[in-house]
């Protein structure tokens, strides 16, 4: 099981890195007032980021709600 996951995470390093050197034209982002010029990957890895961190937040703090919940049904 072991091999299947670094197999899988050396694959989708790889893709990343392909991804990576085929968006190195710059463009122009809009973020709240400022017009950014940046490299298409940059900008890439930072909406995936953001959205990852979004993700492990809301994830987290479900969770936390869910083990509250049980600890008051078990209380009683």
Do not use: C, H, W, Y
């Amino acid at each position: 099981m072991k091999k299947v996951k670094v197999i899988v995470i050396i694959v989708i390093s790889v893709l990343a890195f392909i991804i990576f050197l085929q968006n190195t034209e710059s463009v122009e982002t809009k973020i709240l007032f400022m017009n950014v010029a940046m490299p298409r990957a940059i900008l890439l890895i930072s909406t995936f980021l953001v959205g990852f961190v979004a993700g492990t937040i809301t994830t987290s703090m479900l969770l936390r709600k869910s083990e509250k919940k049980k600890n008051v049904n078990q209380d009683s």
